[in-house]
């Protein structure tokens, strides 16, 4: 069983930026962040591989940046110019293989990003 722990989500105006982080209590080969908001699927928003390899969703694609520090098992997610459309449950996702469409690996228990102002 591998224990997620995040942090970083809040209340951020529009255009702000946000940088969430997940420590995983293991090193698992990919980990990646997820959101999601009522009446809709859980949707892939970045993630990364331990050779470094990144997957981003279109929606963020030039604002996001996703980072790893393997020697904490920790993985990071930063977001700019964050959007109304942002607003979402975000959690983080741990797994052994690079197949983000699939349900599978280990869940956080989600952080609240809520742009508004």
């Known amino acids: 069983q591998v224990r997620l722990v995040e942090s970083g989500g809040g209340l951020v105006q529009p255009g702000g930026s946000l940088r969430l982080s997940c420590a995983a209590s293991?090193?698992?080969?990919?980990m990646g962040w997820y959101r999601q908001t009522p009446g809709k699927q859980r949707e892939l928003v970045a993630g990364?591989?331990?050779?470094?390899?990144?997957d981003y969703a279109d929606s963020v694609k030039g604002r996001a940046t996703i980072s790893r520090d393997s020697a904490k098992n920790t993985v990071y997610l930063q977001i700019n110019s964050l959007k109304p459309e942002d607003t979402a449950v975000y959690y983080c996702?741990?797994?052994?293989?690079?197949?983000?469409?699939?349900?599978?690996?280990?869940w956080g228990q989600g952080t609240q990003v809520t742009v508004s102002s």
């Open positions: 996702n741990a797994r052994p293989v690079r197949m983000w469409h699939a349900q599978l690996g280990y």
């Open positions: 990364i591989s331990n050779d470094g390899t990144t």
């Open positions: 293991a090193n698992i080969y990919a």
